[in-house]
């Protein structure tokens, strides 16, 4: 039978192990007791004729220095202490024998880390990520509220094991230097606006706010109201004002109110026609946009969602909030939870509403267009009808009853349309614009760059230096401060104003090395390498007044006052990015949204916009956790979540309405609890139109256990197994495994991934897959795993999963390491891991505790 040992190599020490399964050996040597104990037991499937996963066992070599070798070596030492090999089907080694290689393995492992301690484990020199630069500048010149985006430019951030920011990945182009170049002008310009104090401009909009173009709402009122009536999936879903088209002519904190009320939030139709919920109350969020960008009626690059109200429906009332806008921006109105794609939904209520449609279905349908409701026995009853009107009434046209479906999208066939339409709509009344406002002048960023010095020439210097000790993260060197002073001058020199050259001085700071890379000496880091790894671990930033001060003093290091920053950091609501950072990466939620599900079969997933709601959900669930020091195995299984309405619905919770997140108990944790039932994982892993236990059985031995698959050997040809007759997913992934090439790794793989197949591809839960016609098979989630422990379903996996809470103890320290560090893990690193991991258990397995352990860990303080 199998033995899966709890202990993994150096959580328990052998002489411990020893002792407590009294299977103390004498002198054990690798020819008479492991040598017999491989050949007994793994050459049949790792040896001349067979090598299963990529592994040969039978030519292993002694030689623990080699890399190769001690990553086999230690495999086999994980392996073993798991109980997955050798494979339950197999004959099984009994406790003593198995104890005795795990000890030996183990000794000659702990030699081999010894000394490679003193060696590699150097994180590559770093450059920033875009989102770090973009941090970085905004903190540094104080620019946290501008809108533009000035790295949008840049080329997509290289990634290794699905982090952005390990240095050995992120190359460094022409591109991108010309990149930088652009976007180090757009900052030191957006910051160095000077001289007089802006005027305060007041704007008042009436109605109509905007020409409307085809499709225009025929209920709007020009001088009292116009509609918002859909979203921004669909075209034509921002209400922009016209009069101030080219935006507002300086940056800066500007005053909006507007007068609106919700209409029909409880409208005629059925609630899977129009989308928005009849229980839920109608939004506004205000959407800043410029028109250098795109039509502003419509989605551009520029978009930035800057407030967000819910409307009354009882009476028009006014709404207002103090809103940052760059020059060139205007804020714009939307309906979020409003009707999505308003073709389709014209279909649909003109074929079931046709009372409620008349004058348009008169005006501009006709039997050649596909939503004209009536059969041909009406349709010529209707049109004889409608001749004879024609004569009574002497009306001198021709009566033509050719296609004209051109017609319909017209604007005056439109407005028809929607003046038989009573569904949902935001009504619009006044809007006011007041600005701009600054706390103070010259501004927070012009004072970062300059501080209380005039930009002259005479105080070049003086600027340069203070400013490139903020940006270079520790003391500036008088030979990197004589280069920026000399550029300066040459730009004098060469006809530039005082100021124009100090900014040239300025821009490239933000390009020098200094500022783009970490600064990390070998060995030990100083302090200021310390207050930047941390700063960049948790804020994903630079780091603070506070921390330079530390380590101006020296004393960052300091094992107290290092954990003491980093609670502190991990207090400051800058630690939001670390969360949202980490859980991107280690979650692999940066990849939903890119496979977009099918809009027909997954409706619910734009009409309540999950696609938000389901990452918001993931990272407040982790901020909680951190917040509390909860144990770790609640990302294996917890009694609560977080959840907005739209996510409620999706989970069957009933109870919860708006767009407002909070904590709910799980009545039925078995289903939802953990992140292997959130919506944000289970869409993560799916490809938007169907489910593969492949896919979701390799993220969990990614992300849960630690435990990536080998990737197919690299002459293999990719194999199209014959699944005729195969009906649904597991029979086909039978046959699948009857391919011995496949069947080594998919015996891990498939069962974790059978285990979510009660989940759709947007995390929604299914007894049955979908079929169009015929009986829908029954999902079957049950499964066993390679070391015989099987499952009916998912909550008995989780069951099995949290009694390995030290596996995933493991996976999660080595993600938080990597990211933390801004390298990979490597097979040196074991040892520190494994600190961690036991420590770590002695405390209670708090992830704040994890994360404090990992910041003052040997691996964190040294390259």
């Known amino acids: 039978m199998n033995f899966p040992l709890k202990t993994l190599f150096i959580a328990i020490p052998a002489a411990f192990t020893a002792l407590l399964f009294g299977s103390a050996r004498g002198e054990v040597s690798y020819e008479n007791e492991i040598r017999p104990f491989l050949d007994t037991y793994c050459i049949k499937c790792h040896g001349p004729d067979k090598q299963k996963g990529d592994r040969r066992y039978d030519t292993l070599d002694l030689d623990f220095s080699d890399d190769d070798t001690l990553w086999l070596w230690q495999d086999i030492a994980d392996q073993l202490n798991l109980g997955e090999m050798p494979p339950s089907k197999e004959e099984q080694p009994t406790a003593s024998e198995r104890l005795t290689a795990v000890d030996w393995v183990t000794d000659q492992l702990e030699v081999a880390f010894d000394a490679l301690n003193s060696t590699n484990r150097q994180t590559v020199f770093r450059r920033l990520n875009r989102l770090e630069y973009d941090r970085s500048v905004r903190d540094l010149l104080k620019l946290e509220s501008i809108l533009a985006d000035p790295t949008e430019t840049f080329p997509p951030d290289e990634t290794e094991e699905n982090f952005n920011n390990i240095g050995s990945a992120l190359i460094t182009s022409d591109f991108l230097l010309q990149g930088y170049l652009d976007a180090a002008e757009a900052y030191i310009e957006a910051a160095a606006i000077g001289g007089e104090k802006p005027e305060v401009k007041r704007y008042r909009f009436n109605a109509p706010f905007y020409p409307t173009k085809n499709r225009h709402d025929g209920k709007d009122m020009p001088g009292k109201f116009q509609h918002i009536r859909k979203n921004t999936t669909d075209e034509g879903g921002f209400m922009w004002f016209s009069k101030l088209e080219q935006g507002v002519p300086n940056g800066g904190f500007y005053n909006l109110r507007f007068k609106a009320q919700a209409i029909d939030r409880e409208y005629p139709y059925e609630e899977s026609y129009v989308g928005t919920r009849k229980s839920e109350p109608l939004r506004v969020d205000v959407v800043a946009g410029s028109s250098d960008y795109g039509y502003l009626e419509n989605r551009t690059s520029s978009d930035r969602e800057i407030a967000g109200f819910t409307i009354s429906e009882r009476q028009p009332e006014w709404y207002e909030s103090r809103i940052w806008l760059d020059a060139g921006y205007q804020p714009r109105l939307t309906f979020p939870n409003g009707p999505n794609r308003v073709k389709p939904l014209r279909k649909e209520l003109v074929l079931n509403y046709p009372e409620s449609f008349q004058e348009f279905i008169n005006g501009y349908v006709t039997p050649a267009d596909n939503m004209y409701p009536y059969t041909l026995e009406e349709t010529v009853a209707r049109q004889v009808a409608a001749e004879a009107k024609r004569i009574a009434t002497f009306v001198p046209e021709k009566l033509d009853t050719q296609g004209t479906s051109r017609k319909l999208n017209t604007r005056d066939g439109w407005a028809a349309f929607y003046r038989g339409y009573d569904g949902p709509r935001i009504r619009v009344f ?320 498939d069962p974790l991934g059978f285990a979510l197949e009660n989940y759709d591809p947007i995390g929604g839960w299914r007894e049955h897959y979908p079929r169009s016609r015929g009986t829908a098979p029954t999902v079957d989630a049950s499964g066993q795993l390679p070391n015989g422990q099987s499952f009916e379903n998912v909550a008995e996996l989780k069951t099995i999963l949290s009694d390995r809470i030290d596996q995933f103890s493991r996976c999660l320290t080595e993600k938080l390491l990597a990211y933390s560090m801004g390298r990979v893990i490597e097979i040196s690193d074991r040892p520190e891991i494994d600190r961690i991991v036991a420590e770590l258990d002695e405390r209670g397995n708090g992830l704040e505790d994890l994360v404090l352990l990992v910041v003052e860990s040997d691996a964190f303080l040294t390259k």
């Open 430 to 749: 006044e809007v006011e614009l007041e600005g701009p406002f600054y706390e103070s002048w010259p501004s927070p960023s012009y004072r970062a760059l300059f501080g209380d010095f005039k930009p002259t020439l005479a105080n070049a210097e003086t600027i340069l230096k203070r400013f490139a000790e903020k940006a270079f993260r520790r003391p500036v060197e008088k030979q990197e401060l004589k280069i920026l002073a000399k550029l300066v001058r040459s730009k004098r020199k060469a006809g530039m104003d005082d100021l124009a050259a100090i900014k040239v001085g300025l821009r490239a700071a933000l390009c020098s090395p200094s500022f783009l890379y970490l600064r990390e000496p070998e060995g030990l880091l100083d302090d200021y390498a310390i207050a930047s790894r941390l700063s960049y671990f948790l804020w994903s930033s630079q780091p603070d007044d506070e921390l330079m001060e530390l380590a101006k003093r020296g004393v960052l290091g300091d094992p107290a006052t290092l954990r003491g920053q980093a609670r502190r950091m991990l207090q400051d609501e800058r630690a939001w990015a670390f969360t949202e950072q980490f859980t991107s990466r280690w979650l692999e939620l940066y990849k939903i949204g890119s496979m977009p599900p099918s809009p027909k079969a997954f409706h619910a997933y734009y009409v309540d916009g999950l696609e938000d709601s389901m990452k918001t959900e993931t990272r407040l669930f982790f901020k909680n956790a951190l917040d509390e020091n909860l144990p770790i195995d609640h990302f294996l299984d917890a009694d609560f979540t977080f959840v907005d309405s739209g996510l409620a619905r999706l989970y069957g919770i009933s109870g919860v309405t708006g767009s407002e997140f909070r904590k709910v108990a799980l009545n039925d944790r078995s289903r939802r609890g953990g992140l292997l039932g959130q919506a944000s994982v289970l869409t993560a892993s799916a490809n938007g139109i169907d489910t593969s236990p492949v896919i979701r059985g390799i993220w969990v031995l990614e992300n849960i256990l630690g435990a990536p698959p080998s990737p197919p050997p690299p002459d293999v040809e990719p194999l199209e197994p014959d699944i005729r007759g195969a009906v649904t997913i597991r029979d086909q992934l039978k046959k699948h495994r009857t391919v011995e090439t496949c069947a080594e790794c998919h015996q891990k793989i």
